[in-house]
């Protein structure tokens, strides 16, 4: 998402801004793939995030961070407006809620504690692209490494989502293995036995196999290029 600023027009937006400098650009990079190391080694363990006081601060601290950026550049913004509207998703997952709740002892009922848990997990997707983003924009990639770069990631956090969804639901979620096993399944378009119990776990269930559909033709042209390629050189080679 690329966002004009009055600094420089070619601001290239929340992952890396030129009217920033270098230091807070890198730090909100790190931060996020902090966020994605937190949540994940909390899934595996089976701990409850309010629980994680460690956690909790780092959330805290990345949400600051993440909220002192996105107001700096809306008040760098030539077009104020249109970007808070087009960066509003960003601002709301970068709202600590959790550690609102926390702080003013709210009493939140259990589905609607859960959802709040989903924030992190958003907040962990949105990072994870930024890191993707990052490393396809800074190193030169082919073809086939741009697709695995935005593939692998993008099937590992709607695991992890889809996990936290079904786990205390769904019997055949025995732990995040099998979650993620069904996750590779769906984007592959193949399909498994793991059906869906929860409205996130069906909406993950269609982006993932909308994201198969569109992204393993690509793969297969990729693939039949490269196989012609080749016999083009062994032809050559005979000649």
């Known amino acids: 998402m690329t966002i004009e600023t009055a600094h420089d027009k070619k601001d290239s937006g929340f992952l890396w801004s030129a009217s920033l400098p270098h230091a807070v650009n890198y730090a909100v990079l790190v931060l996020s793939f902090g966020l994605i190391v937190f949540i994940s080694y909390d899934t595996?363990?089976?701990?409850?995030y309010l629980e994680n006081n460690i956690y909790m601060t780092y959330q805290l601290i990345c949400c600051i961070i993440f909220l002192l950026d996105y107001f700096y550049r809306l008040?760098?913004?030539k077009h104020k407006f249109r970007f808070f509207i087009l960066a509003l998703p960003f601002l709301l997952i970068s709202i600590p809620y959790l550690n609102i709740v926390v702080a003013l002892n709210i009493n939140v009922p259990r589905e609607a504690l859960l959802y709040l848990c989903f924030i992190p997990i958003l907040r962990g997707l949105l990072a994870l692209i930024m890191v993707v983003s990052f490393i396809a924009k800074k190193i030169t990639t082919t073809v086939f490494a741009s697709y695995i770069l935005v593939m692998i990631p993008f099937t590992y956090m709607c695991g992890l989502i889809f996990y936290i969804a079904e786990k205390d639901i769904n019997i055949a979620v025995k732990n995040f293995w099998y979650a993620l096993w069904w996750a590779g399944m769906n984007i592959?378009?193949?399909g498994c036995y793991i059906n869906p119990r929860t409205a996130p776990g069906m909406i993950i269930s269609f982006l993932l196999s909308l994201m198969g559909i569109v992204m393993l033709p690509l793969f297969t042209v990729y693939c039949g290029d490269m196989i012609s390629t080749l016999n083009k050189k062994l032809k050559n080679s005979k000649d």
């Open 44 to 48: 595996y363990r089976g701990v409850n």
């Open 188 to 190: 592959t378009t193949i």
């Open 75 to 77: 008040f760098l913004s």
